[in-house]
């Protein structure tokens, strides 16, 4: 990406949509998204066994005990999911638990539920619309430049 951009995250069972809870998505799917285009970054498959993986395969079952600090074989599925957001400014999905958006936000990944699934394609068309024109300030705060460092925005900058 040549100019102003986000890595943005999207929670996904099929590969194709945002359609996934944070905790029990199979995968999750990485995008550059500049004003203009969009690039496929990577895709992280996680299972219920364990350590997330690239390649083929995903998640078995549902993760729903992500309240507790473990699986009970010392597994945190939560804590591998929120690692894998280390480069991203931005984490679309279908929803997350209260303690799973803490330790998103606690990584100063802004979190973004969606209330119904919608095409990888139409979120990525969405959050380029919105660089587009005038972009809220929690946007504006998350862009990064072409070396991948945040910009950032002073609370006092004018809304154009």
Known sequence: MNDTHLRIAITTNSLVALDANFVAARQMVFYDVSRDASEFVDVVHFSRSGKA???????????????????????????????SLADCSVLFT??????????????????????????????????????????????RRLLRDKDGNRIGVSLDLQEE
């Open 53 to 83: 993986k690239k390649g083929p395969g995903g998640g078995k079952g549902c993760v729903m005990d992500d309240m507790e600090d473990d699986d009970g074989t010392g597994f945190d599925p939560m804590t591998e999911r929120v690692a």
């Open 94 to 139: 279908m929803g997350l638990s209260d303690l799973a958006a803490v330790r998103v936000h606690a990584i100063k990944v802004f979190p973004v539920k969606s209330e119904k699934s919608r095409s990888i394609d139409e979120v990525i068309a969405n959050v380029q619309h919105m660089m587009r024109d005038t972009p809220p300030l929690w946007l």
